[in-house]
């Protein structure tokens, strides 16, 4: 019964609805479809519960594994139509079937590290009417002013972080809180004059994937960005080519102008692009905020949020995050490498610990400190040029005790409280070839059988932003590698 309310209305409905045409989307294809979609989600989510309820140590193994199987299933097909429902009721308004709406569109600049990714860079500025979707205009970080105090209260983020996410629009992203980061953005960009409705955010990693679906796009500068060399080139061969920030900027905006054109002019794989911006999602690499109170209702408990990890009943969750302390693009050498795992597990709810352990590696050459100064960062923050410096968070789940904690090298920890979950914050300076390694053990007497870490992502696609360990008897871990 879960699809026959979508199906009434949905015949002919199908992934080529996403993608405009003549640079148009018609809306009203999700508007008859929200409703449908909705008591569809409903169906399918209740049908997911009433199957995880059911005790499966009592049975044999055929009729368990055929539970799980369902179970499996049933939590896929929850997902897809949860993810319909939203779709449909979201999509009309932010697209301007009720009016126009002006989104900002931010590009996160992974080589040099934020918390959520990297610093924002370029922006671009969309004007949607009507389902018509038209680029108003791009912005570089040296187009927004810097202020002596934060533009908005950072609230206890300010313990970590001071002033700095609310005084530079490069900053913004150090808290990992989009909806936060948006609201910054929003306001820096109304004192440049602009009024946006709604903020989103993107990476090159995410624009790769895009580019799957749009395949090769020509640039003025007879480039061909495609989804193989677009984070080669824009987090590294730029800097590589362009000595004055003003060419680096004109290329991101000729880069971001193109991707924009070929999204908008229909040639487009419509199932490479809902599978592009779902593991993008998936991947905390694309972030929606919106400043209508209802498109936030929509958007809750999504990972386009970009809420904070929480955990909860059946997950803890760190946040393991990244920035760079040297004021450079360093960061696309270096590679992370995060592992969680867990000891002591039994039945029931017995005492058992939770360790963390992230490494740090530079991989840059090793006459990195010849490479221009717009990458090395030319030692303005005091670190030696060639040298990477890492300024690490560490986000712990509530309800764990530190047993034990070793920070990099001969440094201690720093940290604070936010939100009544315990930050240890810490740094490190790597040269070519070196690693840093800190670790954590926490306990606590728990029936909680899983965690994760939600970790910076990065320019390399092939390191999952989020790593996942459960509490099997001989204990086990997922490798950020």
Sequence with gaps: ?????????ADGFGVEAFVPVDGRIDTSVFTALAGPAEK???AAASARDD????DRAPLLPPLADAIGSLDGLLS???SGTDALSRASRLLPSMLGADG???????????????????????STLLRADGGAI???GQLSSADFDRYDDAVLDLGEYASLYDAKPGRYIQNITQVPDFSLTARLAQEFAKREGRDVSSVMSIDPVALSYLLQATGPVRLPTGDELTSDNAVQLLLNDVYLRYED???QDAFFASAAGAVFTAMTSGQVDPGALVSALGRAGAEHRLYLWSADEDDEKILADTTLAGAPPASDADTARFGVYFNDGTGSKMDYYMTPAVQLGWSGCGTGATPRTLSLEVSLTNN?????????EYITGGGVYGVPVGTARTVGEIYLPEGFTISAATPPGDRAFGGAIVDGRQVLSYSADLKPGETATVSVDLTADTDVRDAEAWVTPTADASLSPVVRASCAPAGTGLALE
């Design 51 to 54: 199957v995880e309820a059911i």
């Design 76 to 78: 896929e097909v929850a």
């Design 1 to 9: 019964g879960t699809a026959k309310p979508i199906a009434a209305v």
């Design 364 to 372: 840059a050459p090793a006459d990195a400190a010849s490479l221009p």
């Design 100 to 122: 126009p709406r002006n989104h900002l569109l931010l590009v996160q600049n992974n080589a040099e590290w934020r918390t959520q990714g990297g610093i924002v860079g370029a």
């Design 245 to 247: 920030p003003r060419q």
């Design 40 to 42: 569809g989600a409903r």
């Design 134 to 136: 038209e680029l108003d």
